[in-house]
């Protein structure tokens, strides 16, 4: 039976330690595993990438296979085909997909067509490659994940909603603070909640970035303004007092990490100071996307 990688919850909790723990080994071996011998796989990207295109072109290269980069411009999508029927003309010469898109539900349409593993590069509700990456980054920082506080400040876009979830998921304790009116979707937290009831994970909402981050262990910030909202200029007025600065750091645990998933826009969510300042930790977070999108592809493909 095929399995998809659209939202972080499609792993168990076992199988997210499993993934990032196997990453952190091919990490130190990056062509030990050779799951994708003989294989091609579809890189569909309607969205500008740097990190998800790279990472995945060379992972499916180190595993053995051939990654094949496809641009919405440059497919019948973009003259109306349905995605369904994209899909399942792509069965009959790809062994999996990974897509960067706008819409989640066209993600899950895809998959529902497609007859192998489409892993999810990121669509407007949800993240999950980001997030695997980011767990592993800070399994490798503090040697656990048990009892970690996470803090998210910022808008509540798509990469919020994938931590709210993978703390349900995980038993962590994730609190996202956003101005009011930005908060995560509903859905979400509807996801994340139900989680928490069986992992023992806290999620706290709120519009003060220094309740969110008191004494926590990492604060992660991300752009205000996301993909495809570049004329909403004005959003950016709302998040004055959500800048991740070294006042914000002070009411944090004194081990406390900061984390970007990147592009960064210095002196709007994050000052350079702090960037600077902790960069060795995000640009691990940047390398860590080709280790743990290596040993997802490898547990689906298993």
């Not at 349409?109 to 993240?127: E, M, R, S, W």
């Not at 998921?169 to 009116?181: C, D, F, Y």
């Not at 991300?222 to 600065?245: A, I, L, P």
Request: proline share 3%; with cysteine.
């Amino acid at each position: 039976m095929k399995r998809d990688f659209l939202n972080i919850s499609d792993l168990t909790k076992e199988e997210v330690l499993e993934v990032i723990k196997y990453a952190g080994k091919l990490k130190k071996d990056r062509f030990s595993d050779q799951s994708l011998k003989g294989k091609s796989i579809g890189l569909i990207f309607m969205k500008p990438s740097t990190r998800t295109r790279l990472s995945f072109e060379v992972g499916v290269y180190q595993m053995g296979g051939q990654p094949l980069y496809i641009t919405g411009s440059s497919t019948q999508l973009s003259r109306g085909e349905d995605i369904k029927d994209t899909g399942r003309v792509m069965s009959r010469y790809l062994d999996g997909i990974v897509i960067r898109t706008y819409s989640h539900s066209e993600t899950e349409q895809l998959a529902k067509y497609f007859d192998g593993p489409v892993i999810n590069a990121l669509t407007d509700y949800l993240h999950p490659c980001q997030i695997l990456a980011d767990l592993q980054t800070i399994y490798e920082r503090f040697g656990t994940l048990k009892g970690i506080k996470i803090a998210y400040i910022g808008d509540g876009n798509n990469v919020a909603n994938t931590w709210l979830i993978a703390g349900g998921l995980m038993g962590l304790n994730v609190n996202v603070a956003t101005p009011e009116g930005y908060e995560p979707s509903g859905k979400a937290v509807y996801e994340a909640v139900n989680l928490c009831k069986n992992s023992g994970g806290k999620i706290l909402l709120t519009n003060d970035p220094v309740e969110a981050v008191k004494d926590t262990d990492v604060i992660y910030t991300d752009v205000w303004v996301s993909m495809g909202q570049e004329g909403e200029k004005e959003k950016k007025e709302h998040f004055r007092g959500f800048t991740v600065d070294r006042e914000l750091l002070r009411h944090a645990s004194k081990k406390a990490i900061v984390m970007h998933c990147l592009p960064a826009h210095k002196g709007e969510e994050i000052t350079e100071e702090l960037f600077e300042q902790f960069s060795d930790v995000i640009f691990e977070q940047a390398e860590n996307r080709l280790h743990a999108q290596k040993a997802l592809m490898s547990l689906l493909f298993k």
